[in-house]
C-alpha cells in the first residue's frame, strides 16, 4: 500500500507564497507521473501541475509563470511553489501519483488534502 502525506497548506494574503510538499510512503517499486489537482468549494477537481519521471512538467495556464513542481525520485517527494497566490487559487491541494506497488500493480494514489486559503 502506498500512502502520501500533503503538507504545507495554510492561510496567506494575496500576493504571497507557500510551498506544499507531498511525501510518498509504503513499498514502492516506481513512481511514474506526479501531478497537483485541486478542488474549490462547488467546482470539479482541475489538474494544476504535472511532472514526469524525467522531469517534464506541465501546468495549468492559471499556474504557469506562478506555480513551479519538483520532484526528488530518491526520496518519492514532489513539490509545489506557489508565488503569487490569489483569492481564485483557494482551494484544497491533492497529490495524486502513479506508482508501482508491492503486487507491481500500476495504481494511481491520492493523498488527503491540504487547504490553501488565499484572502484578498
Known amino acids: 500500500q502506498v500512502r502520501l502525506v500533503e503538507s504545507g497548506g495554510g492561510l496567506v494574503q494575496a500576493g504571497e507564497s507557500l510551498k506544499l510538499s507531498c511525501a510518498a510512503s509504503?513499498?514502492?517499486?516506481?513512481?511514474?507521473?506526479v501531478r497537483w489537482y485541486r478542488q474549490a468549494p462547488g467546482k470539479q477537481r482541475e489538474l494544476v501541475a504535472g511532472i514526469g519521471r524525467g522531469g517534464g512538467t506541465n501546468y495549468a495556464e492559471s499556474a504557469k509563470g506562478r506555480f513551479t513542481i519538483s520532484r526528488d525520485n530518491a526520496k518519492n517527494t514532489v513539490a509545489l511553489q506557489m508565488n503569487s497566490l490569489q483569492p481564485e487559487d483557494t482551494a484544497v491541494y491533492y497529490c495524486?501519483?502513479?506508482?508501482?506497488?508491492?503486487?507491481?500493480?500500476?495504481?494511481?494514489?491520492w493523498g488527503q488534502g491540504t487547504q490553501v486559503t488565499v484572502s484578498s
Open positions: 509504503g513499498v514502492i517499486l516506481r513512481l511514474n507521473d
Open positions: 495524486n501519483v502513479e506508482a508501482l506497488d508491492a503486487l507491481r500493480t500500476w495504481r494511481a494514489y
